[in-house]
Nanobody, 120 residues
Framework: VQLQASGGGSAQAGGSLRLSCAAS????????MRWYRQAPGKQRELVAT???????NYADSVKGRFTISRDNAKNTVSLQMDSLKTEDTAVYYC???????????????WGQGTLVTVSS
């Protein structure tokens, strides 16, 4: 099982970017999917979560600007980032709780990280 993130890049403040993350491999079921970010010199922080039933939660710092969504048929999670601010600059990581085929316990998987740079 692996997660592959894509869509990072550069944007001007006030602009938009969309991140995507695809899970692949021998997957039985995917539970909660998440986006984290880590800015230079700072700890990794949780940005947004979405349950298997598409219930969402957001960090206060991104609420109203970012939208997390998922496609259960394609095993993907996305993060639409609008009204970007310079403080959104970070490496963004996707994360998911996955039950692999023939496994009896869930495990947490991470994508490789994708850099988002927002300039003023």
């Amino acid at each position: 099982v692996q997660l592959q993130a894509s869509g990072g890049g550069s944007a001007q403040a006030g602009g938009s970017l969309r991140l995507s993350c695809a899970a692949s491999g021998r997957i039985e079921s995917i539970g909660v999917m998440r986006w984290y970010r880590q800015a230079p010199g700072k700890q990794r922080e949780l940005v947004a979560t979405i349950s298997s039933g598409s219930v969402t939660n957001y960090a206060d710092s991104v609420k109203g600007r970012f939208t997390i969504s998922r496609d259960n048929a394609k095993n993907t999670v996305s993060l639409q980032m609008d009204s970007l601010k310079t403080e959104d600059t970070a490496v963004y990581y996707c994360n998911a709780d996955i039950l692999a085929i023939l496994r009896t316990t869930w495990a947490s998987y991470w994508g490789q990280g994708t850099l988002v740079t927002v300039s003023s």
